[in-house]
């Protein structure tokens, strides 16, 4: 779609691009959204690198089929909606493309919204020492908490410390990210987990720490599991199970948030559009409609509030299990391990 389309909301016959502005609203974009105006947005940094160097400008330059420094946004073919080059011979080729999008930077917001609150729970203890705060930085602390005690430090027990700045840093960082793209207005909006780029990242991570911490003994039930031998050799029919299984961990994360958070969005935007399908129905069909799409629709978006917690639990409980999958040690290594921490109590 082309991105002046986009911005308008309209298809070239006058009538309302439904499907543009869905897949719009949940897409990146060169620039964000005002609310309540699909004619104005908020410009973003363009850099890419051309056949003549490098080139930085602002996405109003090119945001309504405008060409800047032989560069504009494509409105059809492959890259459509994506910066591209005008050659001299009028045919056009895609750049090296740095741009901060809008995702880019809610990706940035996201981030310092994480150690915002993190730091100040932190900063608390460190002036209050263990001094329960309250209010806003008492909730931050009671998920801390919450996530901790009750998925990390039972699950991975006395390895709990090691792995749990990244667990409690996923799930931070995933439940800021829904909560922003529920949001209308700046800095939310975008559909971060909703992205499957972004969704697989965070897996793909879950992935390298699962493997390279992983105990010789876990290596060893990949390769050599406790199983028939006939089921190993000749044909390593459970050791191609299992390395197929590592790959399928990381996959089945990747498809459960991306899912589950870019139906909700998709369910709320559909319940909107439901106003512009019924609007020349008449003034009384419309004016129902609307009602019930905006009740739903404010029902929907409680709820997404919820999957969104729930997502961001879920993520960080399968990925804590996993990691405590990889740090078996055997049953010898756990029963001094048992040993050990009744002696330390």
């Known amino acids: 779609m082309p991105e002046n389309a986009f911005a308008s909301g309209s ?5 309302v691009d439904l499907k543009g502005i869905i897949f719009h609203h949940l897409g990146d974009g060169y620039g ?4 309540f105006s699909h004619h104005h947005r908020i410009p973003l940094p363009i850099i890419v690198c051309g056949e003549d160097g490098w080139h930085c400008f602002m996405s109003s330059r ?3 089929g405008e060409t800047f420094d032989g560069f504009k946004i494509a409105e059809d073919g492959d890259y459509a909606g994506k910066v591209v080059e005008v050659m001299p011979d009028g045919s056009v080729k895609r750049p090296l493309d740095l741009s901060i999008t809008k995702n880019v930077l809610a990706l940035f917001i996201s981030i310092a919204l994480v ?12 002036r209050n020492g263990y001094k329960a705060p309250r209010k806003g930085l008492g909730a931050i ?3 801390i908490s919450f996530v901790y005690d009750g998925v990390i ?3 991975l027990k006395h390895k709990a410390r090691r792995f749990a700045p990244y667990l409690l840093t996923v799930f931070f960082f ?3 990210m829904n909560l922003l793209g529920l949001m209308v207005i700046f800095p939310g909006g975008a559909n971060l987990t909703g992205n499957i780029a972004v969704t697989l990242v965070l897996p793909t991570i879950t992935f390298l720490v699962t493997n390279i911490f992983g105990t010789k003994h876990y290596w060893k ?3 050599w599991p406790d199983v028939p031998l006939w089921l190993k050799f000749p044909l390593p029919i459970m050791p191609v199970i299992e390395i197929f299984g590592m790959f399928t961990k990381p996959a089945a994360l990747t498809v459960r948030l991306f899912a589950n958070m870019m139906g909700g969005h998709m369910i709320i935007l559909v319940l909107t559009m439901l106003i512009f399908i019924f609007a020349p129905m008449g003034a009384g069909v419309a004016g129902a409609t609307s009602v019930v799409s905006v009740l739903f629709s404010l029902f929907m978006l409680l709820i997404d509030v919820l999957v969104s917690f729930i997502q961001a639990y879920v993520f960080t409980m399968l990925s804590t299990i996993f990691i405590s999958l990889a740090q078996e040690e055997g049953h010898h290594a756990d029963e001094h391990n048992e040993h050990a921490q009744l002696t330390e109590k």
């Open 221 to 223: 039930d990949i390769f």
């Open 11 to 15: 298809s070239e016959d006058g009538k």
């Open 174 to 176: 995933i439940f800021g």
């Open 141 to 143: 602390e009671s998920l």
């Open 32 to 35: 964000w959204e005002v609310p």
């Open 115 to 126: 150690l915002v609150c993190v730091l100040s729970v932190a900063r608390w203890h460190r």
């Open 62 to 64: 090119i945001a309504h």
């Open 153 to 155: 430090k039972s699950t």
